[in-house]
């Protein structure tokens, strides 16, 4: 009994060692990380992908740009691997920017999405980016910087609440449900490489059943920011009115949804905290108020005309109707309910 | 000269420290016999002397003296190997055992060498069973509080003491011990064979007494419900059952206020974790799941073992033995070369090391982290058991990354829990069953 105790141990152990297949680990530092991976297609047929790696020195200020051509991306991302030094592990993936002439294809661009949201290597969290240049020069553009990060491309959409509320990161996941998703569309961030700063946000893609509809500005994003994710607030944004400058320190939207026969109702209240930074002689908070109100509602407006007449509700309105619409109908949401929705917004800006 | 001072002559003829003395006392000539080195003999025999001065005849001094007279030939035997001196007559017609007055051979009430107990005394038990016995009868003056005596062993009777308190330790465990005390056959030279006779534990780290040289924590762990056993010769409180709770509490901690002892408690805690799992976590996070970091750190990982010719794995196994290798040789090293060896290891080494390139600079972090977490908890023997653990999980963590670090983890707390010593588990934090107090 005790012997046979012995021998079942020992192919225990024999089999973690062999089943484990811990003979292809690779240590980090025999690993190539690249963080950002660049997209294109060259005239309509073979796909370019451009990584950008950080090389691991003293400072870790310097990358190089890697590209491959290839028919498909995994082949591609498989040539990369064959012709690399060290073996090339793309979990570290934390940003890919996709070239606006592929993303607008949306056959293509659907198909892209699919493919990076199954690769088991490149985590879907990572962000997606769209930028009319060419990939390449976004890419080789953070060499070019003096002192600035190998990570600095990743940092610059995470620079954390409040610091800059009109940039929002859109990870692959969420590009990816969002042709299944009846009544929210979501945007992308468009980015091109900047001439002092690595990279100048150029506002933000809106993306409609897996296609691009249309652009809107940062200023315009920054408000459908505080629709869609109650948590980023939109602290800290700065607005010019002309005779003044404030700054907003804190927001928060209450929506109360109804149904009028066939029309969805929605009636928003969007208190904003504002603190001023300078303004003219002779202006008083009231007259700063009520013109921070009227032009920020004229922005809304501005915004759901555009987006009713394109039929995309970037806004997420129709997620409050869940409860009042049958889950059949809200198939529909986008083409008969949201043409038709009234919104009755009112901004209600208060001194600090 | 008679039989008996004959017979035993002989049996000691190769004992060169025995010693038969002839003593005239009230004009009758009585034999001292006994050993030397253990019977102070000019001071016991100017005793005797004295006791004589007022004693009539040699029956009434005998009788003065002890009450173990004329006994047969193998108890005088005896009580001469124990150290006592045995006085025979010279008629062969009486004698006597009387405890003398003995060569001091054990060291007195010191400090304590092994624990360092902070706001608490610092009387630590030494090597005289008797004298550890009246330390905890001294602090813990109730009559509840029982003591068993034991002889065992097989070439040397060796003294054992069990102590518990009535009503406290559950009387099942008091029997069981008792039980298994009695059944000892063979000898017991240390605590690891005394261990053996609770159980079979052979291959296991955990033993199942606690050793304790501080008076207040075994009288803490009687109060406790356990049980306390005593060995001669060993300047330690044996506490029976060990429990997992004795690694990161000392009554000690009591001294504080509660919030401060809770604290000193969660960093035990937080040692015998980062002990148990570190180097095992930089193992797998840095050669079999790296995409687990934030792309910062990855970088910075990357950074730091750039150049590093070894595997992360022998890299770690390299470190890790080395530094409990140093842990041991450092217990051994005399006192007055012990700072100058201990400098040399620790900083030219790892300095050395690092500059080196032949470990990374955040593993050398790491393992610094895990010794001086290691020694966070109470006791030596647990700190060398939590240090041997860590081996296992970090082998496994070479194999299957982060998954085999949870996994060893988890395998090893399901280790700890099956232990038991008898029936009750190691993992259980307070004994709470009561016994009678009839």
């Known amino acids: 009994m005790k012997k046979n105790k012995r021998y079942k141990l020992l192919i225990v152990f024999m089999s973690i060692i062999l089943l484990c297949g811990c003979w292809d680990i690779k240590d980090i530092n025999k690993r190539t990380i690249p963080l950002v991976l660049g997209i294109s297609k060259e005239d309509g047929k073979e796909y370019k992908l451009t990584l950008q790696i950080p090389i691991p020195n003293k400072d870790s200020k310097i990358s190089r740009i890697v590209t491959g051509k290839g028919e498909t991306i995994a082949s591609v991302l498989g040539q990369m691997r064959t012709n690399s030094e060290d073996a090339v592990d793309y979990s570290q993936i934390r940003l890919i920017v996709i070239q606006n002439n592929l993303a607008h294809n949306q056959q293509e661009f659907k198909g892209l999405i699919k493919f990076l949201m199954d690769s088991e290597e490149i985590p879907s969290r990572a962000l997606v980016a769209i930028t009319d240049e060419n990939v390449e020069n976004v890419l080789s553009n953070i060499n070019d910087k003096l002192g600035v990060h190998a990570s600095s491309i990743y940092d610059y959409f995470n620079k954390g609440a409040g610091w800059a509320p009109e940039i929002f990161s859109t990870p692959i996941w969420e590009v990816y449900r969002s042709p299944f998703l009846y009544t929210r569309d979501i945007a992308v961030p468009v980015v091109r490489s900047g001439k002092d700063t690595v990279l100048i946000f150029e506002g933000s893609d809106i993306l409609k059943k897996g296609k691009i509809v249309e652009r809107i500005s940062p200023d315009e994003y920054q408000l459908i920011n505080v629709f869609q994710n109650e948590n980023k607030k939109g602290k800290g944004k700065i607005e010019s009115l002309g005779f003044a400058s404030i700054m907003i320190t804190n927001s928060s939207i209450q929506n109360i949804t109804s149904m009028k026969g066939n029309q969805p109702l929605v009636s928003s209240d969007l208190n904003l905290k504002i603190h001023i930074l300078e303004r003219k002689e002779g202006i008083t908070d009231h007259m700063i108020q009520k013109e921070l109100e009227k032009i920020t509602e004229k922005r809304f407006y501005h915004i759901l005309k555009q987006t009713q007449r394109s039929h995309t509700d970037i806004f997420g309105f129709g997620q409050q109707f869940h409860h009042l619409i049958s889950y059949h109908e809200l198939k529909d949401w986008r083409n008969e309910y949201y043409p038709k929705l009234r919104v009755d917004f009112e901004v209600h800006a208060n001194m600090e | ?438």
């Open chain 2, 1 to 438: 000269m008679k039989n008996i001072v004959k017979e035993i002559e002989s049996k000691f003829s190769n004992h060169d420290d025995f010693f038969i003395e002839e003593e005239l006392v009230d004009k009758t000539a009585i034999y001292l016999i006994g050993f030397n080195t253990l019977v102070d003999l000019p001071k016991s025999k100017l005793y005797v002397q004295q006791m004589a001065a007022s004693s009539t005849s040699l029956k009434v001094l005998l009788t003065n003296l002890s009450d173990q007279i004329n006994v047969d030939t193998a108890q005088i035997i005896k009580s001469v190997l124990e150290g006592k001196l045995v006085i025979v007559s010279k008629d062969d017609e009486e004698n006597a055992v009387i405890d003398p007055i003995a060569q001091n051979l054990s060291s007195s009430i010191e400090e304590p060498k092994n624990e360092s107990p902070i706001q608490s005394s610092t009387d630590a038990f030494g090597e005289d069973i008797n004298i550890n016995v009246g330390m905890i009868r001294k602090s813990l003056n109730t009559e509840r509080l029982c003591h068993c005596s034991y002889q065992v062993g097989e070439l040397e009777k060796r003294k054992l003491s069990m102590l518990y308190v009535k009503g406290r330790a559950p009387n099942d465990l008091i029997e069981k011990v008792n039980q298994q005390l009695n059944q000892i056959k063979s000898d017991i030279e240390t605590i690891d064979d005394l261990n053996k006779q609770f159980g079979q534990r052979r291959l296991s780290p955990v033993s199942h007494l606690f050793a304790t040289e501080l008076p207040v924590q075994a009288i803490h762990s009687l109060k406790k419900n356990r049980i306390v056993l005593f060995l001669d010769n060993c300047p330690f409180a044996l506490v029976f059952p060990h429990l997992v709770w004795d690694m990161l509490s000392s009554v000690n901690d009591r001294n504080f206020p509660f919030v401060l002892s809770f604290m000193l408690r969660l960093f035990r805690v937080i040692g015998v974790v980062a002990t148990l799992i570190l180097p095992a976590l930089y193992v797998a996070l840095v050669s079999v799941n790296p995409e687990v970091f934030k792309t910062d750190l990855a970088l910075f990982v990357l950074k730091s073992r750039e150049g590093i010719p070894l595997s992360a794995f022998l890299e770690t196994i390299a470190m890790v033995v080395l530094v409990d290798l140093i842990l041991e040789a450092i217990v051994r090293l005399p006192k007055s070369v012990g700072p100058a060896i201990t400098m040399v290891g620790g900083v030219i080494l790892g300095q050395a090391v690092v500059e080196a390139k032949l470990v990374s600079n955040l593993l050398v972090i790491v393992i610094t982290a895990i010794v001086i977490a290691s020694s966070a908890v109470i006791g030596m023997q647990n700190s060398l058991y939590i240090r041997l653990l860590k081996y296992p999980i970090l082998i496994l963590a070479s194999l299957f990354g982060i998954l085999g670090v949870f996994t060893g983890f988890i395998f090893t707390i399901i280790y700890l829990a099956s232990l038991t010593s008898n029936d009750i588990p190691y993992l259980t934090f307070r004994i709470e069953q009561k016994g009678d107090t009839k």
